[in-house]
């Protein structure tokens, strides 16, 4: 019979997870880690709910455990940090397998071993519905810290790589019948199973900018809110993987692109040079999607004239962006 | 009728809880936060369950909050830490009420205030279940890091103040009939309810030792075996609030301060001189109530001869600390 968390109680199921954490770490009140001179704090935290963020029908826990991790290793990200390590509380009902909670730390320290960082500490108790509480904390040269709020009229809009290819993924996992030879069908579920935050960025100058965990589209208007500026984009522009692209309609993947979330790219606004040179750097995927603008609008245009303009007011959701 | 949670959403109740924050904060992916120069971080995590940890029964919110934030202070205390600031994490039910969230909030920073210390970022989502995860952050010089594991034969051992009296407030909370007339009842009651974290101790010298959450046994017990030593404690050193003392038998009182955790002292292990000292400065409470030996027992013996010795052997558990 499988062991579940109830049979080897609080203690028993913290000394099996400590096996996932650096052991110079465990057994104090609290970890210590050392600190970098002239650098800032960056601190952020998630709450992921069973049945609410993540669910045993499209995340076994190996992914779960890693999809945590990079959401909150995406907002360090999106500061402009490196990371110093995660704390993990976990609440557990008596019920679940032990290798469950094995696998999901797994998935985590897989996760954050690409990033070259570490669970340093954490809490595991008694709760009716799993619940997975991560904070990240890293740190950050104050004078590159990324901003939702520096934007300004005339930056280039950069995405670092790829919309779409995550709700792409989570739709092939909820259809496992749909396209069983579609090429690039394993490549599209893994980015929604294991996303990469994209630490790698580290832009070498001040921009503006935060990472698309919510749609593209939410990002452009959560920065072009805090900036007070709009933006103009092309939508012939915005980089969608050309295995979504062979697979679903332009409209298909282009809704997806802009609303679909969870892809973990940073939407960076600078100067045109060093935008061009980022892009360059970056590679495939990344690319110059638009223009910040002095208007109060968003307007998503067509270079090539197939679709009609829109435009979406500030002070209205993201969720009309379609439709006005 | 009263505003629930699922009324005013989750983004509306984001913006009612980040009333809490210092608006510097707000509005980005993550918190930035300054760090002194030479200083380590001290990072620590607590998740908390209603119906495990907390009950309106005996905790309205505003204490919850207070004791969830005290408990993550506690901690940085017990690493010789300054608090730099805590995230907080929320499940919540939708029917919970928006005035309960505000309430459990105002507790939190009271506490916090109370430290010069505030909320810096967190995390509301949807949850079966209303769960609490706390992550607390500070800073130490590193030559001055209190651990569990640097007890040394010889060292005297020293409570910051009294014992048992959370364990007796929380009596009275689940009894609300027994002794309404008791001298000291509300402070009993508040002990529990608003317990302090020892963020004033912080000792000028390297010292061992950790806080006493779990109970005086349990931070004798987790020091010895963390520095492979063991202690002898004197009964009847072992500071007990004269409103306690004045209520129950003796045994009571001292079964209450071993084992009934939360008091949030500090137990700390270090050179008699250096002790003596310290004990002078905390006043109220504090005392030198043992010695760090070579033996791998913990003995309690009473020098009243009232009480026979006892033992425990440190591969026992601290439950066994009674019987034996």
Same mark, same amino acid.
């Given at each position: 019979?499988? @062991?579940?968390?109830?049979?080897?109680?609080?203690?028993?199921?913290?000394?099996?997870?400590?096996?996932?954490?650096?052991? #110079? %770490?465990?057994?104090?009140?609290?970890?210590?880690?050392?600190?970098?001179?002239?650098?800032?704090?960056?601190?952020?935290?998630?709450?992921?709910?069973?049945?609410?963020?993540?669910?045993?029908?499209?995340?076994?826990?190996? $992914?779960?455990? =890693?999809?945590?991790?990079?959401?909150?290793?995406? !907002?360090?990200?999106?500061?402009?940090?490196?990371?110093?390590?995660?704390?993990?509380?976990?609440?557990?009902?008596?019920?679940?397998?032990?290798? =469950?909670? /094995?696998?999901?730390?797994?998935?985590?320290?897989?996760?954050?071993? &690409?990033?070259?960082?570490?669970?340093?500490?954490?809490?595991?108790?008694?709760?009716?519905?799993?619940?997975?509480?991560?904070?990240?904390?890293?740190?950050?040269?104050?004078?590159?810290?990324?901003?939702?709020?520096?934007?300004?009229?005339?930056?280039? %809009?950069?995405?670092?790589?790829?919309?779409? $290819?995550?709700?792409?993924?989570?739709?092939? @996992?909820?259809? *496992?019948?749909?396209?069983?030879?579609? /090429?690039? &069908?394993?490549? @599209?579920?893994?980015?929604?199973?294991?996303?990469?935050?994209?630490?790698?960025?580290?832009?070498?100058?001040?921009? #503006?900018? +935060?990472?698309?965990?919510?749609?593209?589209?939410?990002?452009?208007?959560?920065?072009?809110?805090?900036?007070?500026?709009? #933006?103009?984009?092309?939508?012939? &522009? %915005?980089?969608?993987?050309?295995?979504?692209?062979? =697979?679903?309609?332009?409209?298909?993947? +282009?809704?997806?692109?802009?609303?679909?979330?969870? !892809?973990?790219?940073?939407?960076?606004?600078?100067?045109?040079?060093?935008?061009?040179?980022?892009?360059?750097?970056?590679? /495939?995927?990344?690319?110059?999607?638009?223009? %910040?603008?002095? #208007?109060?609008?968003?307007?998503?245009?067509?270079?090539?004239?197939?679709? *009609?303009? /829109?435009?979406?007011? @500030?002070?209205?959701?993201?969720?009309?962006?379609?439709?006005?």
């Amino acid at each position: 019979m499988e @062991l579940r968390v109830q049979d080897v109680g609080e203690q028993g199921l913290l000394k099996r997870v400590q096996a996932f954490c650096p052991s #110079a %770490i465990v057994g104090d009140d609290a970890a210590v880690l050392p600190t970098e001179p002239g650098k800032s704090l960056v601190v952020t935290s998630d709450v992921l709910v069973d049945g609410v963020h993540f669910s045993d029908r499209t995340t076994p826990p190996e $992914s779960a455990g =890693w999809r945590a991790a990079a959401a909150n290793l995406s !907002d360090l990200a999106a500061m402009g940090a490196s990371p110093s390590g995660i704390t993990v509380g976990l609440g557990l009902p008596g019920e679940v397998s032990v290798s =469950w909670v /094995e696998r999901l730390y797994q998935g985590m320290t897989s996760c954050l071993q &690409r990033y070259d960082t570490a669970i340093v500490g954490g809490d595991i108790c008694r709760s009716p519905v799993i619940t997975v509480s991560i904070t990240a904390f890293g740190q950050v040269d104050p004078t590159r810290v990324i901003r939702r709020s520096m934007a300004q009229p005339g930056d280039a %809009i950069v995405v670092t790589g790829y919309h779409g $290819s995550s709700r792409a993924g989570l739709e092939l @996992l909820l259809n *496992p019948d749909v396209e069983p030879e579609l /090429e690039g &069908r394993d490549l @599209l579920i893994r980015t929604h199973q294991y996303p990469h935050a994209r630490l790698d960025v580290l832009p070498p100058f001040p921009c #503006a900018g +935060m990472d698309s965990s919510d749609g593209f589209a939410d990002a452009v208007l959560q920065i072009c809110r805090a900036s007070r500026v709009g #933006a103009r984009l092309d939508r012939q &522009r %915005i980089s969608i993987h050309p295995a979504l692209r062979n =697979w679903v309609s332009p409209e298909q993947a +282009m809704q997806w692109a802009l609303y679909g979330g969870e !892809d973990f790219e940073l939407v960076l606004c600078l100067p045109e040079d060093l935008a061009q040179e980022l892009v360059e750097r970056l590679g /495939e995927g990344s690319a110059i999607v638009g223009t %910040i603008t002095s #208007a109060q609008t968003i307007q998503l245009i067509d270079s090539t004239g197939t679709h *009609p303009d /829109e435009s979406l007011t @500030l002070n209205r959701g993201f969720q009309h962006f379609q439709g006005s």
